[in-house]
């Protein structure tokens, strides 16, 4: 029955659940609208704050060409009067009347003086049939003095006596320059023509220093003033065939190719005044990007010229960006208010409705949590009993594990106790001897003789004191973590296997590079030991016993091969080599630990102890250790 109850309890639970997947569904959805009004809000304060941005840079625009271009005007109107100045010089009527030497001379120096004073290019004379009389840079190799110009436009508008104005690049000199010409009268008969050449490039240099980006175009559409170079003799709008075949004939802008300046995206917004995207120029370098301005032109007065603005819209797009971001993050923080007022009036009204729930439910819980700690408090002290066990068990498993690493090196030193005898009694027996032996010296007073008998007493010493030094270190306990040199447990080794390698002389060939190992010494010594010892069983029966000793770096890991030409582990026990206990040895020889317990230390320091059975024969174990990292290694051969 209460099994019943508890059942129809959780279902009546569950049902309410069901009533809130629609609001999970509206959950899930809301954040659509919410995305989509950010970006509306902020594409309008985008465009309204870049329609701002475009008029008051239009407005300032204005003003500025209008100073540019009144700057532009009275650079020009400067030099005006000095063609028609030449009238009142009676050396200049004299000369196209009459051309003589000491005329032309005096002219030239004349109009050498004029020049310089006037700041001009150049100002030069000439005759009915456009040939130069005189000029003022008749001492340059450069000089108009006697070159025919009578194709140039200035001096046929200026024959027929029009003003003559021209911007062109020279033929002799290649240079560009705005020519004014006018023509010379006597009683009013045009004799000659002045013309007056000025360099325009000084209001470049004051647009770079200003950093105004601007240009002028001729009445032929072709800018002649530029501050970025690379727009410079560009048309500015499609020239036909015949108007560039006309213009070639005419040497205006010598041999310009006159490309034409083709923006990548151009948009009218009013008379003279358009948005322009033009390609970034030679200057800016190939990787940057394109950039907008605010092309502005006004034609300038007595002159078919038109000067163009260009006002960059970086900055106003930048600032349109911000205030749309801004206007976006308002309204994302607008809607994010007003959605947690409205959860916190829902969470408000849920609360109010399951406060009376939540009274009635108390006391259920308190009879729940009342019977489930019991049952807690008995599971955690199951737990604790499962940890003290597991943790008796770990630790009789590291005791049990150093033991057999001790009886491992026990054996080994069992194994060998009998050479090692051998090895003390021979410095014993010498010791025996020369003692007594000296001792008869120094009664008979040679003291000579017991000198050196007592150096080789203390050689025998050291020798007994260095092979139970060896035995205690290899004997003694070690640690799970060190370093060990590979070249002193290498030595360390074969120094332990002396007596052994006596009895059964085998040749070693080293070919490995010493190396710090993530290793405690005494366990790579171990392992080492242990390895040789197993090679030196297997080749118990050779004639010739060889040892191959081969180490290299691989990676974070240095491996050491140690090979033997034994006759081998047949297929059959090979499975079995590193299970404890098992050995090929004959009788009572080995344990069958060494292979188990130097996996054991291997896998222990993050490494491993593999097996290889080469086809020429024998047996190659591999030794894979990680290497202390910022250590160097050092070849030993």
């Known amino acids: 029955m209460i099994v019943l109850q508890s059942a129809s309890r959780d279902t009546r639970a569950l049902q309410p659940l069901l009533t809130v997947k629609p ?44 100073l540019h271009t009144r700057a532009l005007e009275s650079e020009i109107s400067t030099h005006t009067y000095l063609p028609s100045l030449l009238e009142l ?44 009389l005189a000029t003022s840079n ?79 175009s001729d009445e ?11 727009n410079r003799l560009k048309a500015i709008r499609p020239l036909s065939a015949e108007t560039r075949t006309k213009l070639a004939s005419s040497l205006q802008y010598h041999w310009s190719t006159l490309d034409e300046l083709k923006p990548i995206a151009r948009q ?10 033009l390609a970034a120029s030679s200057a800016q370098g190939a990787a940057a990007e394109p950039s907008s301005y605010l092309a502005q032109t006004r034609q300038l007065n007595d002159s078919l010229w038109s000067f163009t603005l260009l006002s960059p819209l ?45 009274e009635q439910a108390n006391n259920q819980l308190e009879r729940k949590i009342a019977e489930r700690t019991s049952d807690l408090r008995a599971s955690n002290d199951r737990l604790k009993a499962q940890i003290r066990e597991r943790r008796l068990a770990e630790e009789t498993l590291r005791k049990a594990q150093d033991s057999l690493v001790q009886a491992g090196k026990l054996a080994v030193i069992g194994q060998l106790s009998t050479s090692i005898a051998h090895e003390l009694n021979q410095p014993l027996a010498a010791l025996r001897t020369l003692s007594g032996n000296t001792v008869r010296f120094l009664q008979r007073g040679a003291l000579d003789t017991v000198t050196s008998n007592l ?20 004997a003694r306990r070690s640690d799970d973590s060190g370093q060990a040199q590979l070249n002193k447990a290498m030595d360390a080794a074969l120094f332990l296997l002396h007596p052994r390698l006596q009895e059964t002389p085998l040749q070693i060939h080293r070919a490995y590079s010493d190396a710090h190992l993530a290793i405690d010494q005494t366990r790579l010594e171990q392992i080492l030991v242990n390895l040789i010892v197993n090679a030196l069983d297997a080749m118990r029966a050779q004639e010739q016993r060889q040892l191959w000793l081969d180490g290299r770096v691989d990676g974070a890991h240095y ?64 030794l894979c250790l990680p290497l202390v990292p910022h250590a160097e290694t050092h070849p030993h051969e």
């Open 23 to 66: 609001r999970q569904i509206r959950r899930l959805l809301l954040p659509l609208p919410i995305i989509v009004l950010m970006l509306i809000f902020g594409y309008s304060a985008y465009y309204l704050s870049n329609q701002n941005g475009i008029r008051a840079l239009t407005e300032s625009g204005e003003r500025q060409l209008g």
């Open 89 to 132: 010089e009676s050396s200049v009527s004299k000369l196209l009347l009459g051309p003589s030497e000491p005329r032309r001379l005096k002219v030239n120096r004349y109009l050498e003086g004029l020049n310089r004073r006037s700041g001009s290019r150049a100002i030069y004379v000439l005759d009915l049939s456009g040939r130069v």
């Open 138 to 216: 008749w001492r340059d190799a450069d000089s108009f003095q006697g070159e025919d110009l009578a194709f140039r436009a200035y001096f046929q508008d200026a024959r027929l006596g029009k003003p003559g104005r021209f911007y062109g690049i020279g033929s002799t000199t290649g240079e560009a320059g705005y020519y004014l010409a006018h023509g010379l009268r006597q009683h009013d008969k045009i004799i000659g023509v002045a013309v007056v050449k000025v360099r325009l490039q000084a209001l470049e240099e004051r647009w770079e220093q200003a950093r105004l980006q601007a240009y002028v």
């Open 220 to 230: 032929n559409g072709i800018i002649i003033l530029s501050s970025d170079p690379a």
């Open 268 to 277: 009218t917004l009013g008379p003279n005044t358009e948005l322009l995207t």
């Open 314 to 358: 970086q900055d106003v797009r930048r600032q349109a960006i911000s205030q749309g971001i801004l206007a976006a993050v308002a309204f994302a923080l607008l809607a994010f208010l007003l959605i947690a007022w409205n959860e916190r009036r829902k969470v408000l009204a849920t609360r109010l409705a399951a406060r009376e729930a939540l």
């Open 455 to 474: 150096a080789t007493i203390n050689q025998l010493v050291d020798r007994m004191g260095r092979i139970t030094a060896s035995l205690r270190a290899f």
């Open 559 to 622: 491996r050491l091969q140690i090979r033997d030409n034994g006759p081998g582990i047949p297929p059959a026990l090979r499975k079995h080599l590193f299970e404890p206990f098992f050995t090929t040895k004959p009788g009572e020889q080995g344990l069958g630990l060494g292979l188990t317990l130097s996996a054991s230390l291997a896998v222990a320091a993050a490494g491993s102890l593999s097996v290889q059975h080469p086809e020429a024969g024998g047996t190659a174990f591999e």
